[in-house]
């Protein structure tokens, strides 16, 4: 099955049926002018008008920002511990960017690989994502850097692409096309025209992102360049802000403590982010990475260098952008890798 | 590991036991509330665990009696920090999270019959227990023992009453030192830096395995200090401290390059050492 085309109403009808079957459906809406994911209680809800990238990432819908692992109560002498109760509802992650369902397999590489994870395991197995192709591409995106696409598969379970007044809808995987479940027999199969428009949509798009591909062989040459002098340069710029781990698509750092008192709480586990000073800093106060550069370059060489170099040669960056937007001081991780590779490909070569 | 399938849930234990080492320093023997988890509970030398405070939270200590010593376990902690600080407030009965083991640990198999030194320097010292406590529960397995441990100052040592208990095992050496200034009346051990005083034991690199632990200053200084006298990195072993949250490879804190501390360590050789970044 290549796929089926529909009309708006034909989409709008299976996320009501979706919703109506009690799955959770989390969409992107307009929100004070911004695009954001939430879940939502209707199909009119759904906003994919002129939708570029929504502000976050949706990662929070299977790795949330806080997240309670259990909860403790003090009682005499003795302690009562409690697992938030396991969720048992399917979700369904409609309408991510390719890059952002790229951005999810990451995170399954990290949270399902050796020993995995069975809060995010068990949010991952009732969840099925169904991405939709860019339309066009904005000035920071730079998927096809990186391996994707804007009509990339990676992450997906099914994929729509928006053909002007209908929409051409593509399973990807078994869970995709058991989502399509019976609404898809009352829908069109897509014909080949619309296959084709697709597909010169999706090489449009890509012909508008400009820069070429960062080459595989980068990993093992940053490695290399850890010493270099220009991480210096382009970490002291850096501010510790930590915004640009917070938007991403693949950033997995968490730190975990405790919330509540001696009395009761719950121990969570909070969004972190590699680029703040605290995050390697001893009890002793002996700090590893005592200096911003070595913060930003631990954020860059473990998006380009580490993770590929273990994860046969994937990056943990999918071109999304947001960093590279709202970096309070531009700074533009593509740019980072280029340079530095560029200079130690230079002086390797002399 | 821990029920209900969430990695993260503590066993509980109650503190059977506390020993103060120092002004700062404290050793906890913990006993499972449920006495399968203890019974049942296996680990290497050197392995860590993370133990909780329940409203302070979570830190990072190796188990410090060895696998040979099972039932139970120990951690020695310096008071530092916020959990620290409430595991000190802690007494016998109260209840303290343990989850783990976690991590790698010291080749103790291959090291049979090998001639052994452990150097502790300060709180370090915890991190040669589990192993050197090993190696004399066994103590016919292997060649001739050294254990050079140092401090700031005599009150700072740790494990006191245990050294004078290891100098007379047999193919024992038990050396302390302080640095200079910290002695006390009475003090007769050495007064001098750990690693300046490794020096002047000298102990033929041939065969021996140097197990040392201790803050990153010393840790530079030893690895300086071995290589002079021509032992060779892979016969120089020791344990990463790295911060950690998780303890499980997930939560990106404690990585050296593509090291990840809790995962590929926390017992590296100085060989392996020498191969990641300066990320230290």
Redesign the interface.
């Known amino acids: 099955m290549d796929g089926w085309l529909l009309s708006d109403g034909d989409l709008r009808g299976w996320l009501a049926a979706l919703l109506s079957s009690g799955s959770r459906l989390i969409a992107p809406v307009e929100e004070d002018g911004l695009t954001v994911f939430r879940a939502v209680a209707s199909a009119e809800a759904v906003s994919l008008d002129g939708y570029g990238t929504s502000r976050w990432s949706p990662k929070e819908a299977l790795f949330p920002s806080t997240e309670a692992?259990?909860s403790?109560r003090?009682e005499g002498?003795?302690?009562a511990?409690a697992?938030p109760p396991a969720g048992e509802e399917e979700q369904v992650l409609f309408a991510v960017r390719p890059c952002d369902a790229a951005g999810l397999a990451r995170l399954d590489e990290?949270?399902l690989a050796?020993?995995e994870?069975?809060?995010y395991a068990s949010r991952r197995a009732r969840t099925a994502t169904v991405s939709l192709a860019c339309e066009s591409a904005r000035p920071e995106c730079f998927c096809t850097a990186v391996g994707g696409s804007p009509a990339g598969a990676d992450g997906s379970d099914l994929q729509l692409v928006s053909l002007g007044e209908e929409w051409l809808l593509r399973p990807l995987t078994e869970k995709g096309a058991a989502l399509a479940g019976a609404a898809s027999e009352r829908w069109a199969p897509a014909p080949d025209e619309a296959l084709a428009r697709a597909e010169e949509q999706r090489l449009a798009v890509e012909a508008s992102i400009g820069g070429g591909a960062v080459p595989g062989e980068w990993a093992s040459v940053l490695?290399s360049a850890?010493?270099n002098p220009l991480w210096q340069q382009l970490g002291e710029r850096c501010l510790s802000c930590g915004i640009c781990a917070y938007v991403c698509p693949s950033c997995?750092?968490?730190?975990?403590?405790?919330e509540?008192?001696?009395?009761c709480?719950t121990?969570c586990?909070i969004w972190?982010s590699?680029t703040f000073a605290q995050?390697?800093?001893?009890?002793?106060g002996?700090n590893?990475?005592s200096g911003q550069p070595?913060r930003y370059r631990?954020r860059v060489?473990?998006k380009f260098s580490?993770f590929p170099?273990?994860h046969e040669g994937r990056f943990m960056c999918v071109g999304c952008g947001r960093c590279v937007k709202l970096c309070p001081v531009g700074l533009d991780i593509r740019h980072s890798v280029e340079l530095v590779a560029a200079d130690a490909a230079g002086s390797a070569d002399a | 590991m821990s029920g209900n399938g969430n990695g993260f849930l503590p066993h509980l234990t109650r503190i059977a036991a506390a020993r103060e080492e120092t002004p700062d320093v404290r050793t906890l023997r913990l006993e499972f509330v449920e006495p399968d988890v203890g019974s049942s509970l296996e680990w290497r030398a050197g392995q860590f665990a993370c133990f909780t405070v329940f409203g302070a939270g979570e830190s990072v200590f190796t188990i410090a009696n060895p696998p040979s010593r099972p039932g139970y376990v120990e951690c020695t902690f310096k008071e530092l920090g916020k959990v620290t600080e409430a595991l000190r407030g802690l007494s016998s009965g109260q209840v303290v999270g343990f989850r783990g083991p976690y991590g790698n640990s010291f080749p103790l198999e291959e090291w049979q019959g090998r001639d052994l030194v452990f150097v502790g320097g300060g709180i370090g010292m915890a991190a040669v227990a589990a192993p050197l406590r090993f190696v004399l529960d066994r103590r016919a397995d292997f060649g001739d023992v050294v254990v050079l441990n140092g401090a700031r100052t005599v009150a700072d040592l740790v494990f006191k009453d245990e050294m004078d208990e290891w100098a007379r095992i047999e193919r024992v050496r038990v050396v302390r030192t302080v640095d200079p200034g910290g002695e006390a009346p009475g003090w007769n051990g050495e007064v001098g830096l750990i690693p300046d005083v490794f020096e002047r034991l000298g102990l033929e690199p041939e065969g021996r395995i140097v197990v040392v632990c201790g803050p990153p200053i010393m840790l530079h200084f030893m690895l300086i200090a071995l290589d002079k006298l021509g032992f060779a990195p892979e016969q120089v072993v020791t344990t990463l401290e790295n911060r950690m949250k998780c303890g499980v490879g997930e939560c990106g804190h404690c990585n050296v390059g593509r090291f990840v501390v809790c995962r590929d360590g926390p017992v590296i050789t100085a060989a392996q050492l020498a191969t990641l970044p300066a990320d230290m």
């Not at chain 1, 997995?252 to 405790?258: L, M, R, T």
């Not at chain 1, 509540?260 to 009395?263: D, E, M, N, P, Y």
């Not at chain 1, 995050?279 to 002793?284: E, G």
Request: proline share 2%.
């Open positions: 692992l259990f403790y003090l002498n003795d302690v511990l697992t990290m949270f050796d020993g994870d069975s809060l490695e850890f010493a997995s750092c968490f730190d975990v403590g405790d509540g008192s001696a009395f709480g121990r586990r972190d590699c995050f390697t800093r001893h009890a002793s002996h590893p990475r070595a631990q060489l473990h580490y170099l273990e």
